[in-house]
């Protein structure tokens, strides 16, 4: 019997298990390497130090910021993907998913084209007194803007297995729309959307091209943890080394919360 099933699995290639233990070394010997070299004994001076202090509270407000953002956007079209044909549905999801893809610089520069000074419409944003780029709400944009299609395809492959007839009932006993959302969809979707909302939350957290090419990389505005560790890489690598080590453990623990929320193994 297989671990997850009553069937039995059909024999794997013997050359499978060397791959699994090469590519278990493949994403462990980095981290292996920074708990190598990291300086330990300096541990509570850097991680502690009011530079990393501020990074950190810069790295919360602008990951939170772009998780929140994420999940106002992403929700809604997550669920018109999965429930809904219109025209143009193919050309949204492409462009749903097209931030995974596109090299992260190059979105930051599309932020600028589109959101600066002199850009699609950022006079109009100035007019309103909106001021996006090298401002903490210009690094909230730029990191909502690559974990946005996480959330969104967590959120449609959620509803997709959902039976649609759940909701149906509930519209045909008198629930109007957002009742049927509150009270029928969100409760199911619960796992999809905080699992989508944490993975969204830790990409923001790690985001660095968008951020520095948008909202640059300016001390207690908008130098995230991540930038602090690539100008600390110029001066003090070893230092670096630790702020990367708590970004690793920030992960980890996502990855842990994430597998919880789906209960475990399922």
Same mark, same amino acid.
């Given at each position: 019997?297989?671990?997850?099933?009553?069937?039995?699995?059909?024999?794997?290639?013997?050359? #499978?298990?060397?791959? @699994?233990?090469?590519?278990?070394?493949?994403?462990?010997?980095?981290? =292996?390497?920074?708990?190598?070299?990291? /300086?330990?004994? %300096?541990?509570?001076?850097?991680?502690?130090?009011?530079? @990393?202090?501020?990074?950190?509270?810069?790295?919360?407000?602008?990951?939170?910021?772009?998780?929140?953002?994420?999940?106002?956007?992403?929700?809604?079209?997550?669920?018109?993907?999965?429930?809904?044909?219109?025209?143009?549905?193919?050309?949204?999801?492409?462009?749903?998913?097209?931030?995974?893809?596109? /090299?992260?610089?190059?979105?930051?520069?599309?932020?600028?084209?589109?959101?600066?000074?002199? &850009?699609?419409?950022?006079?109009?944003?100035?007019?309103?007194? @909106? %001021?996006?780029?090298?401002?903490?709400?210009?690094?909230?944009?730029?990191?909502? #803007?690559?974990?946005?299609?996480?959330? *969104?395809?967590?959120?449609?492959?959620?509803?997709?297995?959902?039976?649609?007839?759940?909701?149906? =009932?509930?519209?045909?006993?008198?629930?109007?729309?957002?009742?049927?959302?509150?009270?029928?969809?969100?409760?199911?979707?619960?796992? !999809?959307?905080?699992?989508?909302?944490?993975?969204?939350?830790?990409?923001?957290? &790690?985001?660095?091209? =968008?951020?520095?090419?948008?909202?640059?990389?300016?001390?207690?505005?908008?130098?995230?943890?991540?930038?602090?560790?690539?100008?600390?890489?110029?001066?003090?690598?070893?230092?670096?080394?630790?702020?990367?080590?708590?970004?690793?453990?920030?992960?980890?623990? *996502?990855?842990?919360?994430?597998? !919880?929320?789906?209960? &475990?193994?399922?």
């Amino acid at each position: 019997m297989d671990p997850t099933g009553s069937r039995a699995n059909p024999p794997a290639p013997r050359a #499978f298990g060397l791959i @699994v233990w090469l590519a278990a070394a493949f994403v462990a010997l980095p981290i =292996a390497g920074l708990l190598w070299r990291a /300086p330990w004994t %300096r541990a509570g001076a850097v991680l502690g130090s009011a530079e @990393v202090r501020v990074a950190l509270g810069v790295s919360i407000i602008v990951s939170a910021g772009a998780t929140l953002l994420v999940l106002l956007l992403g929700l809604p079209i997550g669920w018109m993907l999965a429930r809904r044909s219109f025209p143009g549905r193919r050309l949204l999801r492409g462009l749903v998913i097209l931030p995974l893809v596109l /090299p992260p610089v190059v979105g930051g520069v599309g932020l600028l084209a589109a959101l600066g000074r002199r &850009g699609l419409i950022g006079p109009a944003l100035e007019v309103l007194g @909106v %001021r996006l780029p090298f401002s903490t709400a210009g690094a909230v944009v730029a990191a909502a #803007f690559v974990a946005f299609p996480i959330l *969104v395809l967590a959120v449609e492959a959620g509803l997709r297995q959902v039976d649609p007839r759940l909701e149906q =009932a509930a519209a045909t006993l008198g629930a109007g729309p957002w009742a049927v959302l509150w009270r029928v969809t969100l409760p199911i979707l619960r796992p !999809q959307i905080v699992a989508g909302c944490l993975l969204s939350w830790a990409r923001a957290l &790690g985001e660095f091209g =968008a951020t520095i090419t948008f909202a640059g990389n300016l001390r207690g505005r908008t130098q995230t943890l991540t930038l602090l560790v690539y100008e600390w890489l110029q001066t003090d690598p070893e230092g670096a080394m630790l702020i990367a080590l708590l970004l690793v453990l920030l992960s980890i623990a *996502v990855i842990l919360a994430v597998r !919880q929320g789906f209960g &475990g193994e399922r």
